[in-house]
């Protein structure tokens, strides 16, 4: 009877003990970011001032003007303050070690960036922040979840987004000025994913 006592003692200390370690370990939630943060979320001190209708324009403009130096960190220059929206192609996409679904852009011979964060990574005080989430969930709704590896696509969009300068980067492709939509706040599907 003793063995049988100390047996059920053992094993209710080894669930015990693995109850807390999960507790202390909780299942892997959504990896946020930290460069730049605030902007590629659109929770930075200056959100309010983003202009949130959509201003048309192509992937060949958002590439041409020169990328300021430093790389700003603060909301400063017309691109930042604005929402833009264009039609692309969506060549290939992935999710990114600060769990953004990553697209690859394409569209007469230029190459650009637009992200899509988290929902659990756009803070509550983020300008837009149920627009945000719904261009992800729409995306991957159509597109499926997006993994760590490149998935190609093809798929032609209307996608809008708030303008972000990204520091320079080895990461190919990319706009030749590091120009990208980030955070994307509305993509509609023209071709491709079920559209």
Known sequence: MRLAAFT???????????ASRTAAHPTAAAVCGSDYWPL??????LRKKVKL????TTLTQIATPVHP???????NTPFELQVWRLTVQ???FKREGDSDIHLILFD?????????????????????RKAIINARKKFEAACGKATSSWTQLGAVVT??????????????????????LHPVT???FISGCGA
Do not use: M
């Open 69 to 75: 130096q430093p790389t700003p960190t603060t909301r």
């Open 40 to 45: 590629k979320t659109v929770s930075d001190p």
């Open 159 to 180: 996608i809008s987004g708030v303008g972000f300068w990204d520091k320079p980067h080895t990461q190919n492709p990319h706009a030749p000025n590091f120009a990208e």
């Open 186 to 188: 509305a993509i509609k």
């Open 108 to 128: 007469a011979g230029s190459y650009g960036i637009a992200e899509l964060p988290a929902a659990a990574c756009v803070p509550k005080k983020a300008r837009a």
């Open 8 to 18: 059920l003692l053992l094993t209710t200390l080894v669930i015990a003990a693995t």
């Open 90 to 92: 969506i060549t290939e």
């Open 53 to 56: 209708t959509p201003t048309d």
